[in-house]
């Protein structure tokens, strides 16, 4: 199985199985993460996902290269395309959190698979990166969008024109990764944090990655935060939460 997953305490870990190809993107890697995300959609069970890598070595290394090179640019544009739909946009607009736990590489389609993810924890020896230009190529997977958001557009545009990787620590500082950890210590990490938001109220767990996502400077942007605002005024859990708010009480949210 080239995508494994489990579900423990509602989190849902998917896992990329090749660490012998340091779990590098193919067909049947991104048709086993698009079966995976329809059941986090899916099933009531699962509050949250965890993606990560086999082994110690790579979360995922990039994609499978040599899938590209029967591919002219009508080829190219479809799998793109297809990985987008499939599996990359799903990450970004899921409803429930999707967090990565990058250990090792996080390089070319593997970097750009953590960024679609709702936040990232990278243990220390993690090392990320966009080397696509390298090829001929520039990142197809969203890398030049969603880099931009985190980074900013002067060091988006060094790191993907130079195609360099860059540690860690250095992803921290530039706002890719929230925190780093030890490699033994970081899916207990990633797990903590997401219990603490299986304490939160799904669906405004769910507005608010739904709002950040629709992140504009413009009135655009302000006026759809108010729009899902407005939406959590029609749901019990906003009852109860301001009832136990008021009683003195932690609040049990139902997910209505």
Known sequence: ?????????GIYTITINRPDKLNALNRDVINGLSEALNEVYNNPDIKSAILTG???????????????????AAGGEELARRGQQLVFDKIENSPKPIVAA??????????????????????DNARFGQPEVNLGLIPGYG???????????????????????????????YGVVNEVVAPDALLEKVKNILLVIHSKAPLAIAKVIESINHF???????????????????????KEGAAAFLEKRKPVFKGR
Do not use: P
């Open 54 to 72: 086999a082994g110690n070595k790579a979360f995922v290394a990039g994609a499978d290269i040599s899938e590209f090179t029967e591919l002219d």
């Open 216 to 238: 504009d400077h413009t009135h655009k942007g302000y006026d759809f935060e108010i729009k899902k605002f407005g939406e959590c005024f029609g749901t019990e859990d906003k």
């Open 102 to 123: 990058v250990n090792g590489y996080a390089l070319g389609g593997g970097c750009e698979l953590a960024l679609a993810c709702h936040f990232i924890i990278a243990s």
């Open 143 to 173: 890398g030049t969008q969603r880099l931009t958001q985190a980074v900013g557009k002067g060091r988006a545009m060094q790191l993907i024109m130079t195609g360099e990787t860059f540690a860690a620590q250095q992803a921290m500082e």
């Open 1 to 9: 199985m080239e995508v494994v997953t489990a579900l423990e305490n």
